[in-house]
């Protein structure tokens, strides 16, 4: 099993930065793929950016281009999400998933941490 914990949300303004942690915990030897997906009210769940555990390719949503960046740390378990430029669009509930090697879906996944962007 793996266990991820976000951390980092909160409310800022548009046009404002905001950083999300997520810290990886148990058998974190499995991890293929870390990424990032959002929840807006009243909205299906969106990948926003992932990034290979191992070689740190990364992807992105088109709505976030230029403007979020996906890193990780192997040496303490975190993936980052650094966000800059924040729009009122941007607000959401974002989620940190994990794949495993040889799975095709995002089998774990963290709690939620909230991110308000006011106008």
């Known amino acids: 099993q793996v266990q991820l914990v976000e951390s980092g949300g909160g409310l800022v303004q548009a046009g404002d930065s905001l950083r999300l942690s997520c810290a990886a915990s148990?058998?974190?030897?499995?991890?293929?793929?870390m990424a990032w997906f959002r929840q807006a009210p009243g909205k299906e769940r969106e990948f926003v950016a992932g990034i290979s555990w191992s070689v740190g390719s990364t992807s992105y949503a088109d709505s976030v281009k230029g403007r979020f960046t996906i890193s990780r740390d192997n040496a303490k378990n975190l993936v980052y999400l650094q966000m800059n430029s924040l729009k009122p669009e941007d607000t959401a509930v974002y989620y940190c998933a994990a794949r495993s090697k040889y799975v095709q879906t995002y089998n774990y996944w963290g709690q939620g941490t909230q991110v308000t962007v006011s106008s």
């Open positions: 148990g058998r974190t030897f499995s991890i293929s793929v």
